[in-house]
């Protein structure tokens, strides 16, 4: 009888990766091609937009940051790391929060008490003062990526998850892309501080768009109070999942490994020999808009051909652009910064949707914890790379890099071979 109970759980596990519970009402889902389709895939590209551009506005600032308040880089880099540090704890508590208070209202929120703060640290002369309001930034932001996978894995028909989770993700990386180039093109011309009020000012209105667009929940009741339990229950469930863990780390890797080039890349091009100033350096990040690309493309790509493969090719491409960058011709290491971007970006929208599907119950949680994963990995990696950085120049970063890719690589291949035993006992 045990032996039999066993074999249950195993294939109830085995189950979360290949076909997910449909809801109560299967018509109730959200499908691929309707009006409320694009309504949702719409909003969750502007919070997708907001929120990033919030988050990583300040990365091409780090150089000026170091040179007006006369910091380290690596200190530098806190007005990035706090920011993603407190949102990848802020994340968990979103996510259990979003249960009482609603998906739809909860990030409305969220967007809006970021956007203040990004427009309130205008006026903050003070390091000290600048770095508790990023790390408040990073606390009230948590509300938006856990809880907009979980929506999407909610309400969005299955077949077209890959494809709206590619566009969330296209929407991230586009907000990326605007906030980082803006705020250099701006700071260029005016000041970093009047960069950051106008994107907060942007934001604000993104945030009213979303409102008015994401129809409300159609698959999700709100669980009145804060059920302690329950939430601890939910993660440890995902916890001691066979394979989600594996793409928390993956997660944790890859995005570390983005975040130290992208930090320290600018620290590079404005030494010799290439002495760029602020307002080139940021044009470097147009390169986004292959990241927008690419997540959409590998969305579909999942979709058709199985998500292990394409999580692989995104981590292998990836890993070539971080060789890329060793060159010293300015174009091979900008060509070099464009494929980690595609490579990342193909990585991140496979392992996000795959979290969705895996988790079966409280996706939401599940994708907190992910998400937890994501952001330490770019609060802790992205701050030490600038020892690598202070140490061995950029050799030593792109070692660095490189490692975090190569790890996540091995990982995935578990992941890969485990989901196709899985399709094997399952067939």
Sequence with gaps: MLQGRKMSDQTADHNLLSTPVPPASPQS?????????????????????????LIYCVQPLLPAFSTDFGVSPAESSLALSLTTGFLAFSILLAGAASEAFGRRRLMFVSMCAASVLNIAEAFIPNWHVLLVMRALEGVVLGGVPAVAMGYLAEEIH??????????????????GMTGRVGVGLLTEFTSWEVALGVLGVIDLLAAI?????????????????????????????????????????IGALAMGCFVTVYNYAGFRLVAAPYHLGQGAISLIFTVYLFGIAASSLAGGMADRHGRGPVMAIGLLVALAGVALTLAGPIYMVIGGIIVLTSG?????????????RMATQSKGHAASLYLLSYYLGSSFMGSIGGWFWTHGGWLAVAGFAGALLVVALLVSGHLWRYARRVETCTA
């Design 29 to 53: 889902w959200v499908e691929p091609g309707t009006p409320a389709y694009r309504r949702v895939a719409m909003a969750l590209f502007l919070a997708g937009f907001a929120t990033f551009t």
């Design 158 to 175: 299955p077949r077209g998850l890959g494809f709206a989770m590619g566009l969330y993700v296209g929407g991230t990386a586009f907000g």
């Design 209 to 249: 768009g979303f409102f008015i667009l994401l129809p409300p929940s159609r698959n999700f009741t709100t669980r009145p109070g804060f059920q302690l339990a329950y939430h601890i229950n939910a993660w440890a469930k995902h916890v001691r999942h066979p394979a989600l863990p594996l793409l928390f780390a």
């Design 344 to 356: 990342f970006f193909m990585a991140h929208s496979v392992a996000s949707g795959w979290v969705g």
